[in-house]
């Protein structure tokens, strides 16, 4: 079997083919007309193994290559890509991109960023590119003892969803007309578990999973499993709760996705089209006075750190909340014209937002609470961008006292996410870092919860 271990030398193209082919692309764009062009080639390995029930179930590899080319004829706007490297594929498919331009209506928005404002100098060293030296066979183990751990918490975890171990790495070059080119390699592992809990025939699944750049920074197999086997076991017996209004947490599992919803009512795209609930906000409170949101693209090692956007816009740290009043958006070139504005470097999403732990860890913020629902999974896609009105599916704890009472499912938590964010309480410490969001548990003052 081939060793998932990929350094650069093993990609399918190396940086200097990657740049030469950049070049090109754009000089075939302008030689067809194009007056600007921008330009990104990419190149990809990995390997995914997944061990169900102790037996392997699949072992997956990927080697992949592309080019993306964007031309601009003025403010008409075309783009094209292909997985064919060749010169003769190149051509045909910048060809297509300047064919498209063409026939595409004039856009006044269109077009490549100030050159002010791309990404110059020295490239900072962000540690992103950590290739995990694991051949198949060692995959293989470590997925078997991270379901091994899952299974052997309980007798009553009966079933397995199967566990995967997979290491990924990837390098890029993006180049425009403007003179900017630029690129560094990354790396994503991974290992995660999901199993199944039974008890008088009422079944109950959990999963866990850790990933990270630096599989060094990965929670070892046997935490994963063991994690994973805890939180099945632990919701056996839930229960249904009456219809009431109450305080809840949002787990730091799942705190991330209120963030997420913020970042899409913040982004050019939706401000722009009026689709936000976040309209005509910039300046106002919007969370709570003790809730802060940091944006930094600059943390080593971390997934979304980058020193330029997808448009070579040079990125920056800032405080995007602060003190709960929203102080900027989300903005590409592109919208941030649309809105009369300047782009904040965000074409191709945020860039590690760290929401500013409290003094609290999760059993703190429990008996802070003291009554109310802890939510440790959600259901569903109930969330209405337009208005911010929020209902979803719910499963986690009813708490009394400060303490987790029992487990509770098939309930439904309502609200409105302008009043939800103003609500929050308190913010954890128990920052739990996924993606792009850096997190803690979250309390929320009230809520609907709906059940019997």
């Known amino acids: 079997m081939p060793d998932s271990h990929v350094p650069s030398s093993a990609l399918p193209l190396s940086r200097e083919a990657m740049a030469a082919i950049a070049r090109r692309s754009l000089e075939l764009a302008q030689e067809r007309g194009a007056t600007h062009a921008e330009s990104e080639i990419s190149a990809a390995v990995g390997q995914s193994v997944t061990v169900r029930q102790g037996e ?8 992949d290559k592309g080019l993306g080319i964007t031309v601009y004829f003025g403010n008409r706007r075309g783009n094209a890509s292909t997985s064919d490297l060749s010169e003769e594929a190149v051509q045909r498919t910048v060809e297509a991109a300047c064919a498209i331009a063409r026939h595409t209506a004039a ?22 590119a950590h290739p995990w030296k694991l051949d198949v066979e060692q995959a293989i183990e470590l997925a078997r003892i991270t379901e091994a751990a899952a299974l052997a918490v309980d007798p009553r975890i009966t079933n397995s969803e199967g ?3 997979s290491a990924n790495d990837a390098d890029f070059i993006f180049a425009n007309t403007l003179g900017f080119l630029g690129g560094f390699p990354t790396s994503r592992s991974s290992i995660g578990v999901g199993v199944v809990a039974e008890e008088d025939d009422a079944m109950q699944r959990d999963y866990w999973y850790t990933s990270h750049r630096d599989p060094a920074r990965l929670e070892s197999a046997e935490a994963v499993g063991r994690h994973a086997g ?17 305080p809840v947490i949002f787990e730091a599992n799942i705190a991330g996705s209120l963030i997420g919803h ?9 401000l722009y089209r009026r689709s936000s609930f976040l309209l005509d906000h910039l300046g106002k409170p919007v969370f709570a006075p003790g809730v802060t949101i940091l944006e930094d693209p600059f943390r080593p090692g971390e997934m979304a750190s980058s020193y330029f956007d997808a448009e070579g816009v040079a990125t920056s740290a800032r405080r ?17 014209r649309k ?10 999403g945020s860039h590690n937002l760290i929401l500013q732990p409290g003094e609290h860890d999760l059993p703190g913020l429990l008996r802070l609470m003291g009554r109310g629902l802890l939510v440790t999974e959600l259901l569903g896609q109930g969330v209405n961008a337009v208005t911010g009105d929020y209902s979803r599916g719910a499963a986690g704890f009813w708490v009394e006292g400060g303490e987790i009472q029992y487990p509770v499912e098939e309930v439904t938590i309502a609200g409105n996410l302008l009043t939800m964010y103003k609500n929050i309480a308190a913010c954890g410490n128990d920052t739990l870092i996924r993606g792009s969001r850096q997190t803690g548990s979250v309390l929320l003052d009230r809520m609907t919860i709906a059940g019997n």
Request: charged residues 20%.
């Open 56 to 63: 392997v179930e699949t072992v997956e590899y990927n080697r």
């Open 107 to 128: 856009d006044e928005a269109a077009g490549l960023p100030a050159p002010a404002r791309l990404f110059k100098g020295e490239a900072p060293d962000l540690s992103l």
């Open 163 to 165: 566990a995967t171990v």
């Open 230 to 246: 805890e939180r099945a076991v632990r919701r056996i017996g839930s229960r249904k709760l009456s219809t009431m209004e109450a």
């Open 262 to 270: 913020f970042v899409s009512a913040a982004s050019g795209s939706s």
């Open 320 to 336: 995007v909340v602060d003190a709960g009043v929203l102080t900027g958006w989300f903005l590409s070139t592109y919208s941030a």
């Open 339 to 348: 809105l009369g504005m300047e782009t904040t470097g965000n074409a191709g």
